[in-house]
């Protein structure tokens, strides 16, 4: 049986919004980490198979397939195709995940993962707000099936993490208490050069923007989304600019290139859930991953779970049983950002570095999505 081999990680530092990567074209962005994992690595960027790039709102310097015009503003050949994901917030997971399958199934050898989004130029929904002048005020409205199924029920994130944090009794005390603590956690890796290994510098622009000095109090104050809600900004994904890139190889690319391997990937999945609760699908997916697998919750040594909103991470710690110990050590969205389409690969070069650091075995990596949708990836370090 053939493998599916992490080579290399890599991500941009990442911008908050209008802020240290705001007036950098998108293609510029994914061309860098790009470059990057390619003279990381030492590859010869002709033997590429494919490069797969998650992005989420595909419209002006994101639109016309980013992924292609990444690879070719890189001055990489113009032979090496490219083609974009759209799986929402998971879509540079996904990236990777159609990745890997190319080369376990021995049609690909070698393949460039990841994702861009500049949420500064483009900001979320613009796809939708840009349909608008079509006719179209949502993605749904105007659909007999979706409304003989769901009616004509609100769907949007904001909704379904306050229906989360009502299903599985939430209070806003615990969610403000998870954020602090993500921005505490980040603000020490940080400090501690954790991200260094994993982050291709823009420039000048070093370190990631989104971590602050916050405290109960502060987010105490704010106002909720919604009259009666819990949720605030405080314990929402931050709007953020970057891009991230993996290095996936087959075992006769390692040999060819004399690659040395950092992780394979043990499991890829994903799973679905209810629509209008939209961001709960990562409780399934890790279900499902791990019953596939054979392994335990135990077994898994580190966690990364997106934080679009920390609701979404307490129900899934409530039904899982994990080790919150084990989950987001090094800071989640809440404190790092959560460029969309960059989001996934991020997130694994963070997996794949921690892991290093500490000695674990087994990562494991799940994204909410819109439309109720959840990635679920194991990797294991080597």
């Known amino acids: 049986m053939t493998e599916a081999y992490i080579v290399d990680a890599v991500r941009t530092p ?61 001055g990489y050949p ?10 929402q917030c998971g879509s540079s997971q996904q990236a990777v995940h159609f990745g890997a399958q190319a080369i376990l199934s021995g049609t690909a050898d070698l393949i460039v993962a990841g994702g861009v989004q500049n949420m500064s130029q483009i900001p979320i929904a613009s796809a939708m707000v840009v349909g608008q002048q079509y006719g179209f005020d949502t993605p749904f409205g105007g659909s007999t099936g979706w409304a003989e199924r769901y009616g004509d029920q609100e769907v949007s994130q904001f909704h379904g993490a306050e229906l989360i944090a009502d299903k599985w009794d939430i209070s806003r005390e615990a969610l403000e208490r998870w954020a602090l603590q993500s921005h505490e956690r980040a603000r020490t890796a940080i400090a501690e050069g954790r991200f260094d290994r994993e982050i291709v510098p823009v420039g000048d622009f070093t370190t990631d923007e989104g971590p602050r000095e916050t405290s109960l109090e502060k987010m105490a104050a704010l106002k909720t989304l919604t009259d009666g809600g819990r949720l605030t900004a405080a314990v929402a994904s931050q709007i953020s600019d970057g891009a991230s890139a993996v290095l996936l190889a087959s075992p ?8 040395t391997p950092r992780a394979r990937i043990h499991h890829l999945s994903a799973r679905g859930a ?4 939209m961001l709960s699908a990562p409780i399934p997916a890790t279900r499902y991953a791990l019953e596939k697998t054979g392994l335990s919750i135990d077994d898994i040594d580190l966690v990364e779970i997106n934080e679009a909103f920390a609701p979404v991470v307490l129900a899934w710690l409530a039904e ?28 694994m070069a963070t997996l794949l570095n921690e892991l290093e650091r500490t000695g674990g075995r087994y990562g494991l990596q799940t994204i909410c999505e819109g439309g109720g949708t959840a990635n679920a990836t194991i990797i294991e370090r080597l």
């Open 14 to 74: 990442i911008g908050k919004r209008n802020g240290g990567l705001s007036g950098v074209h998108p293609a510029d962005l994914g061309a860098h980490v790009i470059k990057a994992v390619v003279e990381r690595t030492g590859i010869d960027p002709a033997g590429v198979d494919d490069v797969v790039f998650g992005c989420v709102d595909a419209i002006g310097g994101q639109a016309g397939n980013i992924a292609r015009t990444a690879w070719l503003a890189a």
């Open 78 to 87: 113009e032979e090496v195709p490219g083609v974009t994901v759209d799986r």
């Open 252 to 259: 006769e690319a390692v040999e060819r290139y004399g690659l």
């Open 274 to 277: 209810d629509p209008i609760f």
């Open 320 to 347: 899982t049983g994990a080790d919150p110990a084990k989950v987001n050590v090094n800071g989640g969205a809440i404190a790092l950002g959560h460029p969309l389409g960059a989001t996934g690969t991020k997130l």
